[in-house]
């Protein structure tokens, strides 16, 4: 056999084995194991081994290595961190610490990574409001141009973007995606269908007000049907007609930020946020921001928005719980659970994960596990026009820095894929509620369960659903504007400004902010001031004041009906 013969048969015998010794580093237990695990899911067993055994062979360089990612406290991204970083370095090799913080710090360290440079994780679920940031500090990495080029290797073949809901939340106005949607909860309309269903109060409401209790669909009649409920003694117990929360911290403009304003009005017609205005009441032109105040085209201070601050106290003050005045969004999101409370116009679905609202026998479910509650689309203000968009979808996405680089990027990536693969993605939401994909909600186990979601998976059939997004690609500096909001409201609430006072300061700070921040792309450029009667006699927003219009309810049942037809269209 000549020298050439043996350095061939050498090289192949010497590849083959290295094939085999990679091979025999996939742990083919664990595949089959968290395989298993992962039951229900809306691929088969056969699939998930096949997607598992995919994120097996694109980490076997980096076995051994360690990654860092954070994420908010809500019950899916504890699951991510108890359990599904568990199951990934089994199958990987990859360790992940992945931390759960308050939703505040987690953007007050991406920000500073993002701004010094250092190295605090290599990867956020940050919220897709902050895109508007994200494109124009160009500071992330665009995830469109890295899945093409050197990302390409490290993602997931069956990865299908096109099967997730809302994924335009983490794009740029291009059409990029700069982050990667890893749960999202809809704010809806919650209510006790049970006592909304009973004759002997539906025969008191009818009597008292004049129309059918039922799913209010405007603010008129929601405050009709809070009135009505709050202090009467149902099955011994004392009912509030709402629920909300006001203590004096950053979630309390979360209150507002998230849509509240767009609930009542306040923004202009299309979606995802309005255009020209959007539901931050911000003036934008070809890209630009150009104003919140009334004065310059925006709708901050207009009396939409006043008329939805002063809803939101005397809601808060005359018709929910006296604690809830003390509350922030982690306290209040579970208190619809203890079992005293009609109705909330402004429920985080992810809160309905908890065990009190389905468990057998507990005080918001029946003895099969039943609930006795439902959600229902969002009641909108008077100053909304159709066309608008409807209410608020959280959209927590994976987002990576631009100084996270190399192997610990691409970690990063085959971590975020993981954590929201189709293999996954029915088990998280059935712990969580933060559905990602459509594969999931249109999975057969949840056509089998859906009940006991109380008209939340027949919400994300519909095609209503698209009328809820997130705060958009407008907002310019999501971190620097969004923390003035809560001490004015504060203000509000406690009378130290009236309503009107208090927007007309909101408005003249978030200009003021716009106008000191420069960014790297579609950096803020506001307009000159006019009089404020020359924009509200202009068509949109801002606009003048409207009155009280006829209260207006529709049976929950009919409802349904209108959400099973379009479907069927």
């Not at 108890?82 to 939703?103: C, N, Q, W």
């Not at 209790?213 to 009912?239: C, H, Q, R, S």
């Not at 509030?240 to 911290?249: E, I, M, P, V």
Request: glycine share 8%.
């Amino acid at each position: 056999m000549n020298k050439n013969k043996m350095l061939i048969i050498t090289y192949c015998l010497f590849f083959a084995s290295m094939c085999m010794a990679q091979n025999k580093s996939i742990n083919e237990a664990a595949l089959e194991r968290w395989a298993t695990f992962f039951s229900p899911s809306a691929i088969d067993k056969a699939e998930k081994i096949k997607e598992l055994r995919w994120f097996a062979h694109a980490a076997q360089e980096y076995q051994g290595l360690h990654i860092r990612s954070v994420a908010e406290e809500i019950k899916t991204h504890q699951w991510e961190s108890e359990v599904l970083s568990r199951a990934f370095e089994e199958i990987t090799g990859i360790t992940v610490d992945h931390k759960i913080i308050g939703e505040g710090q987690i953007v007050r360290k991406m920000m500073d990574q993002l701004m010094t440079g250092r190295l605090l994780f290599d990867i956020y679920v940050n919220d897709a409001d902050m895109i508007g940031t994200h494109l124009r500090l160009k500071k992330t990495v665009n995830l469109t141009q890295y899945m093409k080029n050197e990302g390409k290797k490290y993602t997931n073949p069956d990865l299908h973007l096109t099967d997730f809901m809302n994924l335009e939340f983490g794009q740029d106005y291009d059409g990029d995606q700069l982050q990667l949607p890893d749960q999202q909860f809809v704010n809806l309309y919650w209510f006790r269908y049970d006592w909304f269903s009973r004759k002997d109060i539906k025969t008191k409401f009818k009597k008292q007000y004049g129309y059918e209790l039922g799913v209010p669909l405007n603010w008129a009649a929601y405050e009709d049907i809070a009135a009505f409920f709050t202090g009467m003694e149902i099955d011994g117990v004392k009912v509030y007609g709402h629920l909300d929360y006001g203590k004096k911290s950053p979630s309390l403009g979360w209150r507002f930020t998230d849509a509240w304003l767009s609930i009542a009005g306040v923004g202009d017609k299309g979606l995802p946020n309005g255009s020209p205005v959007d539901e931050w009441g911000i003036r934008v032109e070809n890209r630009i921001p150009v104003g919140s105040t009334v004065s310059r085209g925006g709708a901050l201070n207009s009396p939409a928005a006043v008329y939805a601050l002063t809803k939101y106290i005397d809601w808060l003050k005359k018709y929910a719980p006296p604690q809830a005045i003390n509350w922030r969004w982690l306290d209040a999101g579970p208190k619809a659970a203890e079992g005293n409370i009609a109705q909330r116009i402004f429920q985080y679905v992810t809160w309905l994960s908890d065990d009190a609202f389905y468990r057998p026998g507990s005080k918001l479910s029946d003895a099969q596990g039943s609930p006795k509650w439902r959600v229902a689309p969002t009641p909108h203000g008077r100053y909304w026009d159709p066309g608008m968009k409807v209410g608020y979808q959280d959209a927590g996405s994976w987002t990576i820095p631009k100084n996270v680089k190399g192997k610990r990027r691409n970690m990063a990536w085959l971590w975020a894929q993981f954590c929201v693969s189709k293999t996954v993605s029915l088990k998280k939401f059935l712990v969580g509620g933060t559905p990602v994909r459509k594969s999931t909600i249109d999975s057969e186990h949840l056509t089998k369960y859906k009940d006991k979601w109380g008209g939340l998976i027949d919400f994300y059939r519909s095609k209503q659903r698209v009328y809820w997004t997130d705060t958009g690609v407008n907002v310019p500096h999501y971190p620097a504007l969004s923390a003035a909001w809560w001490p004015k409201i504060a203000k509000a609430i406690n009378g130290q400004l009236t309503p009107k006072q208090a927007m007309d300061a909101m408005a003249v700070a978030q200009d003021e902010m716009m106008a000191k921040v420069r960014l790297k792309a579609y950096s803020p450029k506001l307009a000159l001031e006019k009089p404020e009667s020359y924009w509200l006699e202009q068509p949109g927003s801002p606009k003048p004041m409207r009155t009280r219009p006829k209260p207006k309810t529709i049976a929950y049942e009919a409802l349904l009906k209108q959400w099973r037809n379009e479907n069927d269209d």
